[in-house]
């Protein structure tokens, strides 16, 4: 392992929080960034195998336990965060969509959004006011943290599932499916009527 790499490490060891590859090159001296993410990957490769590991969650590196040993380091159990199906909708939306305010959400929704619901998510540390879109009004937009990342363990947004993961693991509510598919059915069937009346007319 060459010097930068072990600055990288020592200072991501003594870090509170997780840090970029350029608050990294920053703190060592104005190194460059490129080097930087270099030594970053080699010390997450030297780590692989380890106790713990050097893992990257929206561009922040941290050190983690290995998730094969994480149950020997539980001495509690942890809470339960359950979130009701506005707040899942919700916080799926900005996920896919962000930054979104409010009215495109419920627009999405295709109902009224709680400030409730957006409050809960900000307290879980999952949801975070990212500005005000440059509209009339100036409407508040919010976008996900990267503790969002961190939790359901993705490096990025562009790791979310596609909509056939999600159907294929279950979370899609067949309920909602079968009546997207039946109103698809209806309005199949109405567009086809009012071909049929048209060609009759003529």
Known sequence: MDELARAVEAALFAAEEPMTAEALAAFLGDAAVGDVR???????????KRGIHLVERGKRWHFETAPDLAHLLRREKEQVRRLS????????????????SRAEIESIRGVQTSG?????????GWVKIAGRREVPGR??????????????????RRDLPGIAELRATGLLDPID??????V???????????????????
Do not use: C, K, N, Q
């Not at 270099?38 to 692989?48: C, G, I, M, Q, W």
């Not at 937009?141 to 490096?155: D, K, M, N, Q, V």
């Not at 209806?186 to 007319?201: L, N």
């Open 38 to 48: 270099e030594a970053l990957r080699s010390v997450a490769a030297d780590y692989e």
């Open 85 to 100: 199906r506005a707040a899942t909708e919700v916080l799926a939306i900005i996920a896919y969509h962000e930054p979104v």
């Open 116 to 124: 409730g619901t957006l409050d809960v998510l900000m307290e879980a």
């Open 139 to 156: 409407p508040t937009i919010y976008a996900t943290t990267p503790e969002f990342l961190e939790h359901f363990g993705l490096s990025s």
């Open 177 to 182: 499916e079968a009546y997207d598919e039946l």
């Open 184 to 202: 698809g059915a209806d309005e199949g069937e109405a567009e086809a009527t009012v071909e049929s009346d048209s060609g009759d007319h003529a």
